[in-house]
Structures are given as C-alpha cells and as structure tokens.
C-alpha cells in the first residue's frame, strides 16, 4: 500500500477523532462549570448529588462509561440501537466524563479568589452574576489553564477509546489497516498524527495563556 493511500484510508478516521475532541470540549468545559457551582451549593442535596457525580465519573473507567452509554438504553430500557448512535454515544459518554474533571478544577479556582473580591464588587454596585462573569471568572481561567491544558492533552489520546463501541476513529482506522497490510507504518502514522495534534494543542493553551497573563 503507498503512502498516498494509506493516508487518504487514515483521513476519514482523523477528521472522526477531531470531531470527538472538539464536540466534548464544546459541552465538558460550559457543563463542568454549571456542576462546579453544585458542587459549592449551600443545598446538601444538589452538593451531595454533585459530589457522588464527580466521585463515579472519576472513579470508574471512561471505557466502561462509553459502554454504560451506548448499550444502556437496550439494557436498561428496551430501547432499540441504531448504527448512528454510536457518534452520539461516544460524544455523550466523553462529555459527562470530562465534565467532572473540569468541575473539578473550576471549583479549585474559583475557592482560591480572595473574598475581598466579592466585598468590593458588591461595594462598587456589582450584581453577583456581574461579580463572577466580569471580575472572578476571567481570573479563575488564568490560574486553572494548566490544567485544562493537561486534561485537555488527555482528551486526545482518550479519543482511541471510541474503539470500544466499535467507532472507527483515528486508532481503530490504522489498527485495521496495520492488520490487514501487516505493517506498522499505519501504527506509526497515528502516532504521529496523535503527537502533531498535542504539540498544536498545547501551543494554543500557552498562547492563550499568555494572552491572559495581564491577571497576574
């Protein structure tokens, strides 16, 4: 097989991986926050609930997430599988996954801000939301960005977890056809792929880090 080829058969399975990693970013990151806040609630119920949350998210395999997702509706519920479900699980098991890290290392941030922050906004006329949106928030996203970064870096490899359910992303796509060519060059050509697409990842955070150094 050239090279040509092998790379035309790789795409398709790229541009799968680059989907998982930005859709669970795009609901993780908006949906670790909004437990980070039920996580800080004054109601012990929605604290507890956050908490256990986070504690199974954490604490069990995204593998086996992935595999609750997708099959559970069969299992759980009678429901019927479609082929097409799989994108939505994988998105779905991947998000919620995410979500708990995230949650995590918001409320991190967020607990560290000095409470004359908050005295002196509300001094200055500030609403809450106001104070948190405006003043918090954008200091909160400077002093967590290395480790969103870190998580970040992790998400692309665990994207090769889709495998799981059987979606053929970037590492099922050169798994298949190192098998089927006995060959490694496929193997190597997602490691690779899997290196370039880290080095980007992590050279956006540091520019976008930098570029929010004026909270120092």
Same mark, same amino acid.
């Given at each position: ?7 035309? #058969? ?15 970013? =795009? ?17 012990? =119920?929605?604290r507890g609930i956050t908490k256990a949350y986070i504690s199974i998210m954490r604490g069990t395999p995204l593998m086996l997430q992935l595999l609750v997702v997708y099959f559970g509706p069969y299992y759980i519920f009678g429901v019927n599988i479609s082929h097409g ?44 939301? #106001? ?7 954008? #200091?909160?996203?400077?002093?967590? =960005? ?14 090769? =977890? ?55």
């Amino acid at each position: 097989m050239s090279v040509e080829v092998m790379i035309q #058969q790789l795409a398709g399975g790229m541009a799968k991986t680059i989907m998982i990693f930005v859709l669970t970013l =795009l609901f993780s990151l908006p949906l670790g926050l909004v437990i980070s806040f039920g996580r800080m609630s004054k109601n012990v =119920l929605i604290r507890g609930i956050t908490k256990a949350y986070i504690s199974i998210m954490r604490g069990t395999p995204l593998m086996l997430q992935l595999l609750v997702v997708y099959f559970g509706p069969y299992y759980i519920f009678g429901v019927n599988i479609s082929h097409g479900y799989r994108a939505y699980a994988v998105v779905i098991a991947f998000a919620i996954n995410y979500a708990a890290y995230f949650a995590e290392i918001y409320r991190g941030g967020i607990e560290s801000m000095s409470k004359g922050q908050y005295e002196a906004a509300k001094v200055l006329g500030y609403t809450k939301a #106001q104070t948190f949106f405006k003043i918090i928030l954008p #200091q909160v996203i400077k002093r967590i =960005l290395p480790s969103v970064t870190n998580e970040v870096i992790t998400l692309v490899k665990d994207t090769s =977890l889709a495998f799981s359910i059987a979606y053929v992303e970037m590492f099922t796509t050169a798994k298949a056809i190192a098998a089927s060519q006995k060959s490694m060059a496929p193997l190597a050509a997602a490691a690779i792929f899997y290196y370039i697409f880290n080095f980007l990842v992590a050279a956006v955070m540091e520019l976008w880090e930098k570029k929010l150094g004026y909270y120092s």
